[in-house]
């Protein structure tokens, strides 16, 4: 009886002492996360390539140097398989800007060119301005209404944590110089899309021209100008701008996607893709944009590859080209579109480092519970349940539409957008404690994903 | 015995109805103050003057446009004796300005020139860039130490109420550029002096050479331009900086002070001088610096003369040039040294529009009981007793040297070096809670010096 009351016992201690492999599995991912807490890794990663390299455009050397750069970070991290996926695209520079008021009130604004536009004449046009309290009202102007005239966009921008303010400011900019010249505009001021109603900083970001309307130049304007220039106008309609832009379209221009892996032990061929990108605009050292991103899921999975190898593969992808129109990504696809199955979940860091809070999916229903089961392990991380709706991030969307699971972990942007695609994006503006969270969230999100039982499945469309 | 008794009363009732005349001057000091509350006035004039002008560069068509701005506005708001004082002054252009950071590292920093600074060569300047710790460090450095270098003259500046922090970080910016000179370097890159170490925005300023060292370029680089640069030197000593810079001192251009007036009823020869300039730097419309200040003083005599004619004369001066060193006021006290007997009080408006906190006193010590009697009044307005010393502020410190008794309102200046000569220095920066404030307190004052028995007596030396 004693005997049989010891073989209990030990039995009884034996599933204590060693939990079963699902409870490892969370084990593994709380030491990964107690372990990047800790780190000051993915700091270091962010203030290296904010400082040796800086601004990093898209198709420029400084691109060219910031894959130099990656490729032996990520080499001398001991990732394997290292490697650049280079592709061309179309180049652009700024240049220089000069949007001066006509007289009785002259006077310079403070503007930046929208990327990818294209410059003015040489020696700059000089037109009447015509305002639109905000894009809805630009569309609704008739065709053929603002021949040989300037438009100004005009508009607020909410602050949202998850970024909705974007999707509702951000028109005027992507399409605003298309609409514009569809109803004859010469150029296009739109005032900056940004948080920031006190900062003489304009936000750039990229404009998408139209085939069927002629490529207008097209600048943003600060708050504050765009403020003044609103005022000027209520006082004299009418008014003149002498707006002179010397940005251009270069010729084809090189660049490329940084890879790196941890092979997986079991599975290897299924891939979890970790994204960010390497490219920021020029007129900032890309700290939030996509400094972080880089630096998060870097260092998340150097946490991961001194801690053990996964079953399934990590892949490290920091896309080129994204602000342009994620050109990388669209070349990623294009490369790997014939072995699109191996890759068996997507997302990426590219909203800042703001802490997340929140877990979207865009997986197969089936597999939801598989997501909770991760998401319990982040709650003590702060991340909430999100929506049943994900496309993983801005360059990985290109392959969730094709079809792969995806999982946006999303940073909190209360503040992004006071400093998203002007010059204040640099370094200071990131909080050393939220990195640290956003590595750990990553690190324990890629090694549950990595190491699940039956993994993620396609899901239906 | 009761006719007896209805006479007293009828005597107190007289007592308690009429006040006595001190008790009269406070209560209109108090109606002003009431109005000053509640007026829009110095709102109007501030948007009118940093909307309708814009920057006003000392010397410059814009500052000149100021003038006609000013002349105008007096004139029409009903104000005797307006008329331009005008004075030549050496002009300056900021030009443009390109430094860049040498191999490996190559990477624009944004910088500005500061004030009256010469440019570089045609084509720039490539030499390795020296840092010091502070002003006190390149103090130390031997003579002929920074022979064909650039010197980076680094530093923190304190946040304080008073101001104080300027002039403990001010002097890398005055003298800087001359004492690097003198040592042989051949420019010099500062650590802006301003206290918004997260923004890209550097603060111009003036600086002054000397006769025994040649001029060299100047330029202050945002705070996280400068926070890039230390790291950066801190990774590479020796690094090298590519700095083009075409700022030019121009030939001789026109300024003028513009004056207006409120003639005294009882003592016209009595003038109690309220100050602002009239100019900004050319990088942002002014209008903390001084715009605020204009407003201020302008609309405080305005209050009064739509109140009744004060027993002195109450004068606004709105100094031209006082950003490249208080050459407008220079050239009043030089026009007016004949009768500068005539001035008894001088105050100036010029550290923002943060509220009125303090005031100090820079009066004949048998004059303090007079001005306790003008704080008692601007009590209700949050205005605490301050030093026994005082210059009225930047304009009329040179009056007040002079040994004109002065007495200054000090505006609270927490905020104030977030956006002093930057770009920043906007409309929308000015809180107009705060601005009626000030123009209560200097409404408030104006009155009470203007009326008060005996008036002020010079200042012992």
Same mark, same amino acid.
């Given at each position: ?10 039995? &009884?201690?034996?599933?204590?002492? *060693?939990?079963?492999?699902?409870? /490892?599995?969370?084990?593994q ?29 898209a ?8 894959? %130099? ?18 592709? *061309? ?5 700024r240049g ?7 007289e009785?009130?002259? /006077? ?12 003015t ?12 309290? !905000? ?13 040989g005239?300037?438009? @100004? ?5 909410v ?9 509702l ?20 001021? &739109? ?5 920031d109603? !006190? ?20 600048a943003?304007l ?7 220039l ?48 390497? %490219? ?8 939030? %944009? ?5 630096a ?9 590859l ?12 920091? @896309? ?10 669209r ?6 579109e ?12 590219? @909203?800042?480092?703001?802490r ?6 865009g ?36 392959? *969730? ?5 995806a999982?946006?972990?999303?940073? !909190?942007?209360?503040?992004?957008f006071?400093?998203h695609h002007?010059?204040n ?30 993994? @993620? ?5």
């Open positions: 009886m004693i005997r049989y009351f010891l073989a209990c016992l030990s039995m &009884i201690i034996a599933l204590v002492a *060693s939990p079963s492999i699902a409870e /490892q599995l969370e084990e991912a709380n030491e990964l996360i107690d372990t990047a807490l800790q780190s000051d890794l993915s700091w270091e990663i962010l203030e290296s390539l904010t400082t040796e390299v800086g601004p990093r455009l198709g420029s050397p400084a691109e060219a140097r910031a894959r %130099d750069w990656a490729v032996a970070k990520l080499s001398k991290l001991g990732f394997s398989n290292v490697h650049v996926e280079p592709f *061309s695209m179309p180049g652009w520079e220089n800007i000069s949007i001066k008021v006509g009785p009130y002259s /006077q310079p604004l403070t503007g930046t060119a929208l990327g990818k536009s294209v410059g004449p040489v020696g700059g046009l000089n037109a009447e301005v015509v305002r639109f309290a !905000n894009y809805a009202e630009l569309l609704t102007a008739k065709e053929g209404s603002l021949i005239k300037i438009a @100004f966009i005009d508009g607020e921008m602050r949202t944590q998850d970024g909705a303010g974007y999707r400011a951000g028109p005027r900019r992507w399409s605003g110089p298309y609409e514009a010249a569809k109803r004859g505009a010469i150029a296009v001021l &739109i005032r900056s899309v940004g948080t109603i !006190n900062s003489r900083t304009p936000h750039t970001g990229g404009t998408t021209y139209g085939d069927d309307a002629p490529r207008i130049p097209a943003a600060s708050n504050p100008d765009a403020d003044q609103a005022r000027l106008l209520a006082i004299k309609p009418g008014l003149t701008i002498h707006f002179t832009q010397t940005s251009r379209i270069l010729t084809e221009v090189q660049s490329g996607n940084v890879v790196a892996e941890i092979p997986g032990s079991k599975f290897p061929d299924e891939v979890v893709l970790l994204g960010a990108h390497l %490219d920021s605009w020029d007129n900032s050292t890309g700290a939030q %944009d996509d400094g972080s991103g880089v998060i899921v870097t260092a998340a999975a150097k946490i991961i001194d801690h053990g190898q996964p079953e399934r593969t990590i892949r490290i992808v920091l @896309f080129g080209a994204e602000e342009p129109g994620l050109i990388g990504a070349a990623y696809l294009k490369a790997h014939n072995n699109l199955d191996q890759i068996m979940m997507v997302t990426e860091s590219d @909203f800042g480092a703001g997340v809070w929140r877990m979207d999916t997986i197969a229903k089936t597999d939801e519970e598989k997501a909770d089961r991760i998401l319990a392990v982040l709650a003590r991380l702060g991340v909430t349940k999100g929506l049943r709706t994900a496309t993983g991030g801005p360059d990985v969307s290109v392959l *969730s539409a094709a079809g792969t699971p999982i946006t972990l999303k940073q !909190n942007g209360w503040n992004y006071d400093i002007t010059p994006d640099t370094l200071d503006k990131v909080d050393p404690e939220d990195l640290k969270q956003n590595t750990a969230v990553y690190a324990g999100f890629a090694w549950m994903v990595a190491n699940i039982k039956g993994g @993620f499945n396609r899901p239906q469309n």
